[in-house]
Antibody, heavy 117, light 107 residues
Framework: QVQLQESGPGLVKPSGTLSLTCVVS?????????WSWVRQPPGRGLEWIGE???????NYNPSLKSRVTISIDQSNNQFSLKVTSVTAADTAVYYC??????????WGQGTLVTVSS | DIQMTQSPSSLSASVGDRVTITCRAS??????LNWYQQRPGKAPKLLIY???DLQSGVPPSFSGSGSGTEFTLTISSLQPEDFATYSC?????????FGQGTRLDIK
């Protein structure tokens, strides 16, 4: 059974850096899938942040591209998200997901990150 | 970016009803359209991929259709566990984009 689990600080100060990790079990991060991050501000819809392939190839949402880095750690079967210069608008539930052919088949439970001083 | 617009934004229905949710893309996306169900406080769950393919384990009461710019999700007979928010997602090109969601409530 494929499982993804997000972890990281639940509170980040404005202008700081949001850092999250997604640990994958039941599937190899080296498999032919895209590993994605999606976020959902409170009471709003889903927003795609970006994705990474096991080769390290990445795609980012242009609306966030200048502030986002997604990386992969094959030795620990996990991938990570960094968002710099955060503001209150970055407050959201952040999900990691395993996607193939564009559809996201497995999701983490999500983690709420609040940007506040 | 490809804009995805769902209608209606909210819908009230009763157990046993048949409901249809529409998703329109701002340009043709062929059949690169996926549907998700999301219950409060939970992660999205894939229901339909490639416009009409039912994800494993999803009840056959769910079906999807469409191509190009117009797509529909139909639930043939609502069950109590179906009351949730439904979102479409295009995977034709990056950035991947989602519809704003359709909230399905019990009447």
């Amino acid at each position: 059974q494929v499982q993804l689990q997000e972890s990281g600080p639940g509170l980040v100060k404005p202008s700081g850096t949001l850092s999250l990790t997604c640990v994958v079990s039941g599937a190899s991060i080296s498999s032919s899938n895209w590993w994605s991050w999606v976020r959902q501000p409170p009471g709003r819809g889903l927003e795609w942040i970006g994705e990474i392939y096991h080769s390290g190839n990445t795609n980012y949402n242009p609306s966030l591209k200048s502030r986002v880095t997604i990386s992969i750690d094959q030795s620990n079967n996990q991938f990570s998200l960094k968002v710099t210069s955060v503001t209150a608008a970055d407050t959201a539930v952040y999900y990691c997901a395993l996607c193939s052919g564009g559809a996201c088949y497995f999701w983490g439970q999500g983690t709420l990150v609040t940007v506040s001083s | 970016d490809i804009q995805m617009t769902q209608s209606p934004s909210s819908l009230s229905a009763s157990v046993g009803d048949r409901v249809t949710i529409t998703c329109r893309a701002s340009q043709s996306i062929s059949r690169n359209l996926n549907w998700y169900q999301q219950r409060p406080g939970k992660a999205p769950k894939l229901l339909i991929y490639a416009a009409s393919d039912l994800q494993s384990g999803v009840p056959p009461s769910f079906s999807g259709s469409g191509s190009g710019t117009e797509f529909t999700l139909t639930i043939s007979s609502l069950q109590p566990e179906d009351f949730a928010t439904y979102s479409c997602q295009q995977s034709y090109s990056t950035p991947i984009t989602f519809g704003q969601g359709t909230r399905l409530d019990i009447k």
